[in-house]
């Protein structure tokens, strides 16, 4: 075929619709068709695709368009359509997912309106957080405790109650085989300043020497260990107790003219928050302070100039210090690895590290370097340094010294927080594993800058934030390097006390090293840093309830509520019972136990006025021929703390048998003849004093349960028959005599009472449903309404039954003393309380239980007609 014949056009050859049959062929040039063509150097490519991809795009929208005006539900066939497809992509064919996708995003329903809680968070979550500080006062841990467990106002404070988790157990288990953890932080600190003398002669006044060691004592002078004692109302001892209180005196260098230390001395007494104002009040009275500012509300100061060149300081450090409490046998080694040594030689920052600190002239002034310039202060900090490195190495922390002082300066625990959260190997001890001598905790060891407050103040002014230290973390090219800040790293001076745990008469029946730990000191300002470095190391957190059931499986007492003659004990008494009584009285009448038919006649308060004065009747009548009661002594309610006295009491309590065989050295005593306890004790003078002078007073016990049963609060400590101790020397099972159950008189006029209420009740219900006759009925129903009133007032008077003249007389058994706390020993596997009874009463006690090598009582809660024995011991 030619090339003429191939550029003919094909349909030329058909006939054209309305034409002859067979057109003309028609022939081309195929030269004149190239002359006319256009080069391709004229196309622009950029404007000829953009116009074109314009086009694609329209073509393919036309073409999306395959259904109308139908969406991509609607165009599946009616057998296909499921409901789920309006709110699921994933229900709709694959190849309609990016159709249904758009359609959703162009009627996407309104977003969901914020939660009430959401809505309500204020704008500055910082400022809100200080105004709700303004009324009660939060510690430097508070959010972080209410995220994680019950809190309560307490105190004049918003404090962590128990964990929310269940952890009464796990809580037990770190305290004897780990490490629990307290924030005590609560505490307040007194500091005076001024000549020893001085202050101990202004503070001799709300001390004694009868009941241990004062603020005087050797033991604690130098500062090198903490002490304990009670202090009174100012010239009232025995009686107006104002609650426990530690201190601790300054150590003094030794490098320094003893004459110039005597005449200067810090002491900083620290005391529970509920009796913090009593002290601060009796304090002033003892030094008659001449003024008394307040500089805001929690910071207080007083100064009195007693001569020219003497004068005694009084300033408040109320929430200026804070302090964690550290128990179980792991405290050392969690403290170990969060307290590591500072450096306290002048170094030099990088470069690098220089630009990623931020520039601050407060900075720029470091404390530390002139503190430690002097060579007396490098040998004092490596003496500390070797100490703790010995101390870190024991097995337990009652290793060390009791209340024995430590004092370090380390670096901020936020640059050595591990990534993860894991226990510390309790497994690898090293080689000590004897107690520390005393020797070793000499004054140097004690000394430290957390004293100086111009040191606090520059600590808190200089510390980085944690956006800082995040800034800076974040420009390492590896993540997880730890930061290097050289002399712009905080130095952070501490102090350690040792706290022993177990009390002496406890002991031999705990472990002696049971609840011993430490007491970490820090600045304020530092609380989070470190409270989170010792949890990251496993210590596991308490709250209050944690912590008194420490104190009662160690035999301590706990403040305020187990000190019941002093103020702060009384009130936090009446609120307990205030509580109970409430909850007592939102039960159904039918769910209430009555107590008259139990025989309690306070099932809600404590009755030791009345119990003390009808034993002391009781002991004038039995044995008023053989001595005689002191008259002018004080009637007040007290507690007994002659350590002279509760020794001589131990002593004939713990073997009643063994303590009447050691015969007396007196004379008058035949040796062939049965001797008394009661004459046993007439023999010392001491025994005369305590006779004459204390038969008023009370005496705390700890009580331990035979066999089953757990005492239970404003339960009664009886005195047992001897029927009662023959059977249980014939039956060890024995469980216990049962109290026979008390008549009520009270039950029928309550019965009476209830169905005239529901008479009324029905009558006044009657009356508003009436429409008619509202004028005449609004003085009847008046009328219902006020004998319905009357008849509430008769029935909550009723309720509590008939008050019984005599406390002793009330039950079958002689009621001694009333259990204030109990609880499961999950040591032993026991019932354990802790109560009070009365001197004379359990001078009796032992009397009736001579022949036997231990005492023996009957414990019985308020909700059970059934006695416990139990083993009865003082706490000294």
């Keep these: 075929m030619s090339r003429k014949r191939k550029l003919e056009d094909p349909q030329s050859s058909l006939p054209t619709p309305g034409g002859p049959p067979y057109a003309k062929k028609i022939s081309f040039n195929q030269k004149q068709i190239y002359k006319e063509a256009v080069p391709i150097t004229d196309i622009k490519v950029s404007s000829f695709a953009e116009h074109r991809a314009i086009e694609i795009q329209a073509m393919t929208e036309l073409v999306k368009d395959t259904g109308g005006n139908h969406t991509a539900f609607q165009k599946l066939p009616r057998h296909m359509r499921r409901r789920a ?8 064919p694959r190849r309609l997912h990016a159709v249904a996708k758009q359609e959703l995003s162009k009627t996407k329903a309104p977003g969901k309106r914020p939660s009430r809680r959401h809505r309500r968070r204020p704008s500055n979550l910082l400022s809100e957080y200080e105004r709700r500080k303004r009324k009660i006062g939060w510690l430097e841990t508070h959010i972080w405790h209410a995220k994680r467990f019950k809190m309560v106002e307490k105190w004049g404070y918003r404090l962590a109650l128990h964990p929310n988790d269940k952890s009464i157990r796990a809580c037990y288990r770190a305290v004897k085989h780990h490490c629990l953890l307290q ?24 001390t004694s020497s009868d009941t241990g060691l004062t603020f005087a004592a050797k033991i604690t002078s130098n500062g090198t260990r903490q002490g304990h004692l009670t202090l009174y109302t100012m010239d009232s001892y025995p009686v107006k107790a104002i609650g426990p209180v530690t201190y601790m005196w300054r150590a003094q260098p030794n490098d320094k003219d003893p004459e110039s230390v005597s005449k200067l001395n810090t002491l900083w ?3 529970h928050p509920s009796i913090y104002n009593d002290v601060w009040n009796e304090v002033q009275k003892c030094f008659g302070a001449q003024r008394a500012e307040d500089y805001n509300s929690r910071s207080m100061e007083s100064t009195l100039v007693l001569k020219d060149e003497e004068k005694v300081t009084i300033k408040s450090l109320k929430d200026q210090l804070v302090k964690f409490r550290l128990f179980g046998p792991a405290s050392n080694l969690i403290l170990a690895e969060t307290l590591k040594l500072a450096d306290t030689e002048i170094s030099k920052v990088s470069s690098s590290e220089r630009q990623e600190v931020v520039e601050n002239p407060k900075r720029k002034s470091f404390w530390w370097k002139n503190y430690y310039s002097s060579a007396d202060m490098k040998q004092r900090f490596a003496k ?12 337990s922390p009652s290793e060390a010294p009791p209340n024995c002082i430590l004092a370090l300066t380390v670096r901020d625990p936020r640059l050595l927080l591990p990534p993860k959260k894991n226990k510390v190997k309790t497994t690898n001890f090293e080689s000590v594993t004897q107690a520390l001598p005393m020797d070793l905790f000499d004054d140097g060891i004690a000394c430290s800058p957390l004293w100086e407050s111009c040191i606090r103040e520059e600590l808190k002014a200089t510390k980085f934030s944690e956006q800082e230290l995040n800034l800076m973390k974040s420009k390492h090219l590896v993540p997880g390097t730890p930061l290097e800040l050289g002399d712009m790293e905080s130095r952070i001076p501490i102090v350690l006390i040792q706290r022993p745990g177990v009390w002496n008469s406890v002991a031999s029946q705990t472990n002696p090293s049971h609840s011993s730990g430490w007491d970490l000191m820090i600045p304020s300002g530092f609380a989070m840093a470190f409270w989170v470095a010792l949890v990251y190391r496993g210590a596991r957190v308490g709250g209050i309830r944690e912590a008194k059931s420490i104190c009662l499986q160690a035999g301590m007492l706990s403040p305020p509520d187990d000190y019941p003659d002093s103020r702060a004990g009384q009130v936090e008494l009446k609120t307990e019972c205030e509580l109970r009584e409430a909850k007592h009285n939102r039960m159904p009448p039918a769910k209430r136990p009555n107590f008259v038919k139990l025989g309690f006649v306070s099932p809600f308060s404590f009755e030791f006025e009345k119990l003390t004065k009808e034993w002391v009747d009781k002991w004038c009548c039995a044995y008023d021929s053989k001595c005689e009661i002191k008259k002018g002594i004080p009637k007040d309610l007290s507690v007994m703390r002659n350590l002279k006295m509760l020794r001589l009491m131990q002593s004939s309590s713990k073997n009643p048998k063994g303590y009447c065989k050691d015969r007396s050295k007196d004379k008058t005593f035949n040796n062939n003849q049965e001797q008394s306890v009661l004459m046993k004790i007439l023999s010392t003078e001491i025994g005369r004093t305590l006779i004459s002078e204390k038969l008023f007073s009370l005496i705390p016990v700890r009580l331990c349960i035979l066999q089953r049963g757990v005492p239970a609060t404003y339960g009664h400590i009886c005195l047992p028959s001897q029927e009662d101790l023959k059977v249980l020397d014939g039956d060890k099972t024995f469980g216990g005599p049962f109290e026979p159950k008390h008549k009520d008189p009270g039950q029928a006029a309550r019965k009476e009472e209830r169905k005239e209420r529901l008479r009324l009740r029905k009558r006044k219900k009657r009356g508003k449903g009436k429409k008619e006759k509202v004028v005449e009925s609004s003085e009847d129903t008046k009328e219902v309404q006020l004998d319905l009133e009357v008849k509430l007032e008769v029935s909550e008077e009723n309720q509590g039954g008939k008050e019984v003249d005599s406390l002793l007389k009330s039950t079958s058994r002689d009621i001694i003393g009333f259990v204030k706390s109990g609880d499961f020993d999950l040591a032993t596997g026991q019932g354990l309380g802790f109560g009070f009874c009365s001197v004379a009463a359990l001078l009796a006690l032992i009397e009736n239980q001579k022949h036997r090598r231990f005492c023996l009582a009957l414990v019985r809660n308020p909700t059970s007609l059934q006695y416990r024995f139990a083993t009865i011991s003082l706490l000294v």
Excluded: Y
């Design 269 to 271: 007494i620290s005391c």
């Design 384 to 395: 500390q340094s070797e100490l703790w490195s010995k101390v870190s190495k024991c097995q």
């Design 85 to 92: 497809m309006s709110h699921n992509i994933k229900r709709i």
């Design 183 to 206: 924030d005590v932080s609560f505490e307040a600190c007194i500091e005076l300043k001024g000549p020893r003398q001085t202050v101990l002669d202004g503070l001799r006044h709300l």
